[in-house]
């Protein structure tokens, strides 16, 4: 799916690029583009129970911070 502007007689270059940008805008594909680059991949399980583990220890100790007065 390529999509082509061409460049109308007279027609100065800024004017093809915003026509070149308003056809892209309008096709959805530079939103679907940058969905793409921005989504993350799913952890695998290692990586989802180590942090697990990471959090509930140092909740753990902010816990025991609190008990002791230090927060």
Do not use: D, H
Not at 11 to 16: G, I, K, T
């Amino acid at each position: 799916m390529g999509i082509e502007v061409k460049k109308k007689e007279g027609e100065s270059p800024a004017s093809l690029i915003s026509r070149f940008i308003k056809k892209v805008q309008r096709t959805g594909l530079f939103f679907e583009v940058k969905r793409r680059s921005f989504s993350r991949r799913n952890p695998n399980k290692r990586s989802r129970r180590l942090s697990t583990l990471y959090k509930v220890k140092k909740t753990a100790e902010v816990e025991k911070a609190k008990k002791e007065g230090l927060m």
